[in-house]
């Protein structure tokens, strides 16, 4: 009484704090119940087996059961409803296509003849626009000579400005030379030159060059170049300065430079160079005078084709404006066109848009008329499983409670043991509190996979509910079959319970005196590194990362090794344990067993001593030694009947892989197909792969089929692609 007491607590609590599922007393009840059996079951395996065997229930068993049903009711409610209404979507789409047939018919009559009409409308159309388009193409050829007149024009224009361009900066140097000449100068220089009393001949001839120079058009050059008419023509010495800045050096008196260029230019010693020693001021007006000169005989040259592109500009002004009128006579012709052209266009669009129309209902037509009839068997049978949905919701919480106990205490029990627990103590107890249906199976698989399997014990009958009908499916168990799992019920049983346990981070400890369950890990960690790393598929192993590591107790470097896998998140299989386990090993495994335990809600719920305990220890162990979200560990024993403490037995989750007859009748027939006719043990082995691959790609298919039906808003006869799909899946 005491025991169950507090095992309904803690359930309640479990319950509350880790799951939405509301608290039924029933459930409850069978919980306190399962766990008493599964206590009275371990007691008598010792005797039942003469000693050889032993298995232990504790509170962390219990509490394993509570949140596996509550996990296990929440999970499956989600999938049997999610089910269901991708089901009721994939009916009433059928069924909407069906309707749409004779309604599409009748549509596309009257779209076939609105292409006719526009199709007769957007030809006449075409014919008129052909005449107008004939009449603007000769007038736009009537004004091709004047653009040609006008783009010759142009082309003289651009030639002479750029002629005259070339002159004006082959002169540019020379303005530049008489500039920086004249910057050379200031007031303090042309005054010392203007105070020589006797300068020398050079100096005199650039004063007499100077005066020359600047005499006006129109006017005689001066007759008296002496030194004494040079200083009265400086003058003001700023203002000589500032009206040889003001030169017009573009009208220089053309009698001027020529006399300079014949008396002065002409002489070699006439250059800044030679006068510079004698005075800097008269060297920079020697610069002067030469540069002014240079540029107006280059400027003489310009100046005429100047002229000539200023009577081309003319010319070509008033060719533009003539071609401005023939081109906006042409544009009025050709906008006429284009706006015949718009209309066309739209004329065709409109055409277009009909004929599509038309073809889109055509197309609608045949995709309703395919559709309804690839589905029509589809409808019947997703009709029927509707039904076996809403019968499976109805033991939903049995079957869940029932398969959560299965694997919270069966792992350790052989075929027999758990053939008893089923069929005599948790299903007649869960009928009894009205969680499952009498007389006969919950089917808490909804139809959607088979939950038929070869029991290995006499004791179980087809009738009897399973823990496989939710725990397995038929794709699931053709993957294990591939990867070496035997087909017995045994085996199967034994994959659900290490790949649940696996799933829920726990620890499974295999007693596997045949290699069995190892072997079938190998291959089962093997699948899954390369699902995980598909480009390892082209290399020979897949990569190191993620394939599974074995080790054994007795390796030198066992510990070192052990933590490195569990730091980087490498599955880890330790084989040929002893009834001893090494202290690293149980500090991962208390470790891992803590942080499954912290991931439920029932992890704060423990009150016992020892749950406190190992939660301490646990985590200790975890601020020592981090362990990778991905880790999974799993442990293996060759002993036949090795004796494990309540303490393992809370911390792991024992799994009994023990040869069954069936299994080992199947073992022994593929060693002599094996060793009598090996090519048809591997094309057994192959057919097993091909069989288990086609049972994958039908659900995938069927999955993705039911997706794109709830999936589909509007019209579902939009989406050719869901035909197409179902017409390969019923190939």
Not at 25 to 32: A, L, N, R, S
Not at 583 to 602: D, E, N
Not at 647 to 676: K, M, S
Request: aromatic share 4%; hydrophobic share 45%; charged share 20%.
């Amino acid at each position: 009484l005491s025991l169950s007491s507090s095992l309904s607590s803690s359930t309640s609590s479990t319950i509350t704090s880790s799951s939405s599922v509301p608290i039924i007393t029933p459930m409850i009840k069978f919980m306190v119940e399962a766990h008493k059996q599964a206590a009275a079951a371990c007691a008598r395996l010792p005797r039942e087996t003469g000693g050889r065997k032993h298995a232990y229930v504790t509170p962390s068993s219990f509490l394993q059961l509570a949140a596996l049903a509550s996990s296990l009711v929440r999970s499956r409610s989600a999938k049997l409803a999610a089910s269901r209404s991708r089901l009721e979507a994939g009916v009433s789409k059928i069924a909407a296509a069906k309707e749409q047939v004779d309604r599409l018919r009748a549509a596309l009559s009257v779209e076939q003849e609105v292409v006719r009409r526009r199709g007769a409308e957007t030809a006449t159309l075409l014919d008129s626009i052909g005449v107008e388009k004939l009449g603007a193409d000769a007038a736009a050829e009537a004004g091709r000579a004047d653009e040609e007149a006008a783009a010759a024009l142009q082309l003289e224009v651009t030639t002479v400005q750029d002629e005259c361009a070339r002159d004006l900066a082959a002169a540019e140097p020379a303005v530049a030379a008489a500039t920086a000449a004249l910057n050379s100068l200031d007031k303090a220089s042309l005054g010392e030159l203007k105070s020589f009393g006797s300068p020398s001949a050079d100096v005199a001839a650039v004063m007499s060059a100077c005066m020359v120079l600047t005499t006006p058009r129109g006017k005689n050059t001066p007759k008296n170049l002496s030194w004494a008419a040079a200083k009265k023509f400086m003058g003001n010495v700023d203002a000589f300065l500032k009206s040889l800045v003001n030169f017009d050096k573009e009208n220089c008196n053309v009698v001027a430079v020529e006399q300079v260029e014949k008396d002065f230019l002409s002489n070699p010693t006439f250059n800044a160079d030679s006068i510079r020693s004698k005075s800097a001021a008269a060297a920079g007006l020697c610069s002067w005078v030469v540069n002014i000169v240079r540029f107006f005989r280059i400027y003489q040259v310009v100046a005429p084709k100047r002229a000539a592109l200023a009577e081309a500009n003319a010319k070509l002004a008033a060719a533009t404006a003539k071609l401005t009128d023939v081109r906006s006579r042409v544009a009025a012709i050709r906008a006429r066109v284009a706006e015949l052209e718009v209309g066309l266009f739209r004329a065709t669009e409109d055409k277009n848009a009909a004929t599509a129309q038309a073809a889109k209902t055509q197309a609608k037509a045949d995709l309703a008329e395919r559709l309804t009839a690839g589905l029509a068997s589809e409808a019947e049978r997703w009709a029927a499983t509707i039904g076996e949905i809403d019968a499976a919701r109805s033991t939903l919480v049995g079957d869940a409670l029932l398969s959560a106990a299965f694997l919270a205490y069966a792992g350790p029990f052989g075929a027999e043991q758990r053939a008893r627990l089923v069929s005599e103590c948790w299903v007649p107890a869960l009928q009894k509190l009205g969680l499952l249906r009498n007389g006969g199976r919950g089917e808490g698989d909804g139809g959607l996979s088979s939950s038929s399997s070869t029991s290995s014990s006499s004791t179980s009958s087809s009738s009897t509910p399973s823990p496989l009908s939710i725990l397995a499916d038929d794709v699931v168990r053709a993957s294990w079959k591939a990867q070496g799992l035997g087909s017995d019920r045994q085996s199967v049983e034994n994959g659900a319970i290490v790949t649940a346990a696996v799933s829920r981070g726990r620890v499974p400890l295999l007693v596997d005196p045949q290699a069995l369950g190892s072997r079938w890990v190998l291959a089962l960690e093997a699948a899954a590194s390369l699902s995980s790393n598909p480009s390892s598929s082209s290399s020979s192993s897949p990569s190191s990362s993620s394939s599974l590591l074995t080790l054994r107790q007795t390796d030198e470097r066992f510990a070192e090794s052990l933590a490195a896998a569990a730091k980087e998140g490498r599955p880890l299989l330790v084989e040929g344990l002893g009834e001893d386990l090494d202290p690293a090993l149980v500090a991962v495994v208390k470790q891992l067993s803590f942080v499954a335990a912290s991931s439920s809600a029932s992890a704060t719920s423990m009150s016992s001593s020892t749950s406190t305990s190992t939660s301490t220890s646990s985590s200790s162990t975890s601020s020592s030694s981090p362990v990778h979200p991905s880790f999974r560990l799993y442990l293996c024993t060759r002993l036949a009947t090795p004796h494990y403490p309540p303490e393992t037995a809370a911390q792991v989750a024992i799994v009994d892989f023990g040869v069954t007859r069936q299994g080992l009748e199947e073992q022994l027939l593929a060693r002599v197909v094996d060793h009598e006719r090996p090519e048809l043990q591997q094309a057994a082995a192959r057919l097993q792969k091909e069989l288990g691959s086609y049972a994958e790609q039908l659900v995938a298919l069927e999955d993705d089929l039911l997706a794109r039906l709830a999936a589909a808003s509007g019209d579902i006869l939009e989406d050719s692609a869901l035909v197409e799909r179902l017409e390969a899946t019923k190939r």
